[in-house]
Each structure stands twice: as structure tokens, then as C-alpha cells.
């Protein structure tokens, strides 16, 4: 049995290589997200695929699955990067979140829209905005 918090490190150490990471949204009254607009609202993104990914030096490359027709999919990928370890700390998650809008705007019908993202109002107190410039 592994502890959660050391789950990424160990997968690492066992095969060697960069596991693959997903970033999700994730609720922004924690201390543990980034604040994005995503579709000109404010959302928290967690940091930890960003951390893990400067920590382990991995590159970057961006998976979008999707239906083609019945028991079908398609996976397309998008390079972005063979190391982030001298970017500053948000830029991947920004360019994740304008990745996540690309992907929604193709195809709206695979995002899950019952998932109640912004029901809870943004607030100063719950951190700095970034802004995706």
C-alpha cells in the first residue's frame, strides 16, 4: 500500500521514465491551485503536474481523446515543450487551460457540463488571477 502524497514519485523510481500527468480543475479554495479565466471565468487549476513535471525534467506533450462514432476514438497530442525547468511557475498551467478550451471548443459534447465548475463565485481572497498573456 502507497500513501498518495508519494504515489508520482514512486511510479517514477520504478520505471525509470516520466509517468504521464493530468491536470484538472480543481476547486480554488484550497492554497494548493492556480487561478486562470477558463471561458472568461475564474478557476482553479492544481499544481501539482506542473511541480512534478520541473521536478523530473519531463517533456510536455498534450493528449486529446475523443469520439469518432460508436466504440471508436481518436487521440491527438500536441508537443509543447522537452523541459519547463526554466519557465516560470503557471506558464504550463496557462497554456494547459487555453489547450482545455481548444479541445472543448472542437468537440463541446465530450466535456462533462453537468460538472457545476463555477458555482461558487470568485473572490479576491481566494488568490491572485493569472492572467494567460
Same mark, same amino acid.
Given at each position: ?35 486562470? /479565466? ?7 487549476? #492544481?499544481?501539482?503536474? !506542473? %511541480?512534478?513535471? =520541473? ?32 519557465? /516560470? ?7 494547459? #487551460?487555453?489547450?482545455? !478550451? %481548444?479541445?472543448? =471548443? ?28
Amino acid at each position: 500500500m502507497l500513501p498518495i502524497s508519494g504515489t508520482i514519485t514512486y511510479e517514477i523510481k520504478r520505471s525509470q521514465t516520466c509517468t504521464g500527468n493530468r491536470c484538472r480543475p480543481k476547486s480554488w479554495k484550497t492554497n494548493q491551485c492556480i487561478l486562470v /479565466k477558463l471561458f472568461g471565468k475564474p478557476t482553479g487549476f #492544481v499544481t501539482g503536474p !506542473e %511541480k512534478s513535471a =520541473r521536478l523530473n525534467d519531463c517533456s510536455i506533450v498534450f493528449a486529446h481523446f475523443y469520439k469518432t462514432k460508436r466504440g471508436h476514438y481518436r487521440m491527438d497530442t500536441e508537443f509543447v515543450a522537452d523541459s519547463i525547468k526554466d519557465w /516560470k511557475e503557471g506558464d504550463l498551467t496557462k497554456i494547459y #487551460v487555453s489547450y482545455v !478550451e %481548444k479541445c472543448i =471548443r472542437k468537440e463541446p459534447a465530450n466535456y462533462l457540463w453537468s460538472h457545476r465548475r463555477w458555482k461558487h463565485e470568485y473572490k479576491p481572497e481566494y488568490g491572485e488571477l493569472l492572467d494567460r498573456k
